[in-house]
């Protein structure tokens, strides 16, 4: 079903647009549903101190020394599986739409790789087969977030996207470093896990919206010049 899903993305996205930038933008959903899930947890869900995955772990009992009972898991996890489509087809979409290099397409590529790995992390929930779930989740930490400074160097978008980008990225890497040393720097596990995934997630947000504003307006008729006669005429006029 998901390659079928590329084929059609692949066909269609000069037909569409702004689908792949509407398809970024959905990624708020994410933040969304896991505060509905969170808020059903019995004791209160931390944010410092459970991570992520946890909203989506299906058992309730301790779990790497933290208790977790998470009701709503099942959401969670397909929030999960919905964002990593969403990355995935969204970034193939504005890639064959938008992207302005070799650069740019790699930036893109690099972030619909990143959303296979969170289609992963909910089809493997972090009790039922850790191994798969870990590899999920390291993809777009690592992989994704690399993407953000790639694309904050090469796409074309305005100064502030770009910095904002580009720090946002190097940000959540220089979180994973310390994340994967077991330096949660006050934080907590959930809080360090959060500096490394909530950027990427905002980032594709924020360029979605963008984009989709940029294809929204209005645009200049182009202007074109007869060498016959030397007349300049426009778009509209021809028409």
């Known amino acids: 079903m998901l390659v079928k899903s ?32 969170a808020l059903k947890w019995t004791p209160p869900y931390s944010l410092s101190r459970d991570t992520i995955s946890d909203l989506g772990n299906t058992a309730c ?11 709503l898991h099942s959401l969670m996890n397909v929030s999960f599986v919905v964002l990593g489509i969403t990355m ?61 400074i790639i694309l904050a160097l ?4 305005p100064a502030v996207l770009r910095v904002y980008s580009f720090l946002s990225g190097v940000m959540a890497l220089l979180g994973l470093v310390a994340y994967a040393s077991s330096h949660y720097l006050g934080l907590g596990e959930g809080g360090m896990e959060r500096v490394v995934a909530y950027p990427q997630t905002v980032c594709l947000v924020v360029i979605g919206f963008y984009l989709a504003a940029r294809y929204s307006a209005p645009q200049r008729p182009r202007t074109i010049r007869t060498r016959a006669s030397g007349r300049t005429t426009s778009d509209l006029e021809r028409s």
């Open 6 to 37: 590329f084929r059609w993305a692949q066909q269609h996205s000069a037909h569409y647009p702004k689908l792949g930038p509407v398809l970024y933008a959905t990624s708020i959903q994410y933040f969304a549903i896991q505060l509905f899930v």
């Open 61 to 71: 009992g301790t779990w790497n020394g933290r208790y977790v009972c998470s009701p």
């Open 88 to 148: 995935t087809l969204g970034s193939v979409l504005i890639s064959r739409y938008f992207a302005n290099g070799r650069a740019s397409e790699a930036g893109f590529a690099a972030m619909a790789i990143s959303g296979l790995g969170v289609i992963m992390v909910g089809f493997f929930p972090e009790n039922s087969v850790p191994t798969l779930h870990g590899l999920g989740a390291a993809i777009p930490f690592a992989l994704g977030n690399a993407s953000l």
């Open 154 to 157: 090469s796409f074309k978008m």
